[in-house]
């Protein structure tokens, strides 16, 4: 496992752009697949983009496809979200995960075992 934080989060306009960060500890990040999800208020926690090991892989859900862009740094073990044209329904709380290094759905809550404590992004119109 690794441990998770997640920073960035705020209060925007909708058609604002937000970057969210996620800083982690132990010395086998980059050997971990990383994923961001969200959960709004009274809803299941959904996912939204997952990066591989190699940098280079990345993988979105349909509703932010196109406006979002997950990135990493290993030499700085960090996870990015890069949220642009924001809308009401973004809103929610952001949790950065880190996988269980034995494969899987990117898409499924069951892949992760590290989470965040996550962090609270509003849009508003």
């Known amino acids: 496992q690794v441990q998770l934080v997640e920073s960035g989060g705020g209060m925007v306009q909708a058609g604002d752009s937000l970057k969210l960060s996620c800083a982690a500890s132990?010395?086998?990040?980059?050997?971990?697949?990383m994923a961001w999800f969200r959960q709004a208020l009274g809803k299941e926690r959904v996912f939204v983009a997952q990066?591989?090991?190699?940098?280079?892989?990345?993988y979105y859900a349909d509703s932010v496809k196109g406006r979002f862009i997950i990135s990493r740094d290993n030499a700085k073990n960090m996870v990015y979200l890069q949220m642009n044209s924001l809308k009401p329904e973004d809103t929610g709380i952001y949790y950065c995960?880190?996988?269980?290094?034995?494969?899987?759905?990117?898409?499924?809550?069951?892949?992760?075992?590290?989470w965040g404590q996550g962090t609270q992004v509003t849009v508003f119109s």
């Open positions: 995960a880190g996988d269980r290094d034995v494969g899987g759905s990117p898409d499924s809550r069951l892949t992760y075992d590290s």
């Open positions: 132990g010395r086998t990040f980059s050997s971990h697949s």
């Open positions: 990066i591989s090991r190699r940098p280079g892989v990345t």
